[in-house]
């Protein structure tokens, strides 16, 4: 995934363009991240949904997202304007052609027109869900999630869910370690993932949940030792009640979830950056046994660990 396509419409939203730009849009070679073409697809200048900033000027038209890898159509501010035909054109091109096209916030809704929501999953910002639901009746929508994915096509929810979705495509597409150095240069954590809830009380731990936010850093140390959620609730010393609602409040998981996404992740970037049998990465990573590692990396990545160490190995040095 190295050309990246935006579709860019009037009233376009300035954060999901800021968005993209972050991801794709820096040369970030030095870290081992990129390099990427971002092409800005639109007959002209746009006028954006944050009008003091101005227009958008385009690089390409319409026709610029044939043969992008990637195609973005990013929220605009009125989910409901109606698209130009010419839109709709390229981008049932762009997925007929076999390309990723994804949808950030009421993007969804763009995706909608062009008829590439009916009978997938899709998603979008929770006060617009019945507004999507009406214009895509045949969509399957998922009301409480942050984002979908449909292989082909996907879509993500409120502003915050469409940087989730770009780091869930970066992680997808060029692997765990280079969507972990790419959160680390934006200073977040790596995308949460899609089935979260769309509200929690905090996306991350505050400043107010010392223990809980202590804990989860202790366990990420500790993700080969065999600990579970009672050694969670141990560490923060809080009863199992307690421990369990601040949790799922803080992070919109349960803590045995959050513990099974995290060995995972850890487990992609070994297979990734050491030469590891896969017998020791499942140790490694807490997983047990290669028969238990194979079985949470297709449950969860969708494929093997042989497979994946195939197409993500960086490295042949064993750590």
């Known amino acids: 995934m190295r050309t990246i396509g935006v579709l860019l419409l009037p009233g376009t939203r300035m954060f999901d363009l800021a968005v993209l730009g972050e991801v794709w849009g820096q040369d ?8 990427f073409t971002v092409r800005l697809c639109s007959p002209g200048r746009v006028r954006t949904a944050v009008s003091p900033f101005g227009d958008v000027a385009a690089t390409h ?118 969507a972990a150095r790419l959160a680390r240069r ?22 107010t949940q010392p223990g809980l936010s202590s804990t989860m850093d202790w366990a990420l140390a500790r993700l080969g030792s065999g600990i579970g959620v009672d050694d969670l609730v141990g560490h923060a010393r809080m009863s199992e009640r307690t421990f369990h ?40 990573s807490g997983l047990g046994t290669a028969a238990n590692l194979r079985r949470r990396m297709r449950a969860e990545v969708g494929v093997g660990p042989d497979s994946y160490r195939r197409t993500f190995r960086r490295v042949t040095v064993e750590a």
């Open 28 to 35: 970030r070679t030095d870290s081992g991240i990129g390099p």
């Open 61 to 178: 038209g319409f026709a610029g997202l044939d043969g992008c890898d990637l195609v973005l159509a990013p929220g605009r501010d009125d989910p409901l304007a109606p698209v130009p035909s010419a839109a709709v054109t390229a981008l049932r091109r762009a997925h007929r052609d076999g390309r990723t096209v994804a949808g950030l916030c009421s993007g969804a809704f763009t995706l909608a027109a062009a008829g590439l929501l009916d009978g997938r999953p899709a998603t979008t910002h929770w006060r617009d869900l019945d507004a999507l639901a009406r214009v895509a009746p045949r969509a399957d929508l998922q009301r409480d999630v942050l984002y979908t994915d449909d292989g082909g096509v996907l879509t993500s929810a409120g502003v915050v869910g469409g940087l989730d979705l770009c780091l869930y495509l970066v992680r997808r597409d060029h692997g765990a370690e280079v």
């Open 186 to 207: 934006l200073v977040m954590p790596p995308a949460r993932e899609g089935g979260q809830r769309q509200y929690v009380e905090n996306p991350v731990p505050a400043a």
């Open 245 to 284: 609602r601040e949790f799922a409040a803080a992070t919109g998981v349960t803590p045995g979830r959050w513990l099974r996404v995290q060995r995972v992740r850890y487990a992609q970037q070994l297979l990734e950056t050491t030469s590891l049998p896969v017998e020791r990465v499942a140790e490694r």
